[in-house]
């Protein structure tokens, strides 16, 4: 069965840095697409950044050139390295994967960037 295992949240201070991890299994890892999304509370989960099997990546406008997907297929992990992080970054992080027309979803890691 599909599992996705999300850590590496916590709190943070405004501009400080923090690295999420998804360590997956029970699919074709090396093939997919992963993408990491975010809740707020009271607001729809929203994506935040994808990354492809040849790598390419896409980001929400609001996080670019500060956030940066990446992926280890020797691992089955995704990465989601978080720099410069504000207030409006807290969120419930979720990995993603769409397998055989179906979305997966890990358990969640919350972020809360507050000083």
């Known amino acids: 069965q599909v599992q996705l295992v999300e850590s590496g949240g916590g709190l943070v201070q405004p501009g400080g840095s923090l690295r999420l991890s998804c360590a997956a299994s029970g699919f074709i890892f090396s093939i997919a697409v992963m993408g990491w999304y975010r809740q707020a509370p009271g607001k729809q989960r929203d994506l935040v950044a994808v990354?492809?099997?040849?790598?390419?990546?896409n980001y929400v406008d609001s996080v670019k050139d500060r956030f940066t997907i990446s992926r280890d297929n020797a691992k089955n992990t995704v990465y989601l390295q978080m720099n410069s992080l504000k207030p409006e970054d807290t969120a419930v992080y979720y990995c993603?994967?769409?397998?055989?027309?179906?979305?997966?979803w890990g358990q969640g890691t919350q972020v809360t960037v507050s000083s």
């Open positions: 993603n994967v769409r397998v055989n027309g179906k979305n997966y």
């Open positions: 990354i492809t099997s040849g790598r390419s990546t």
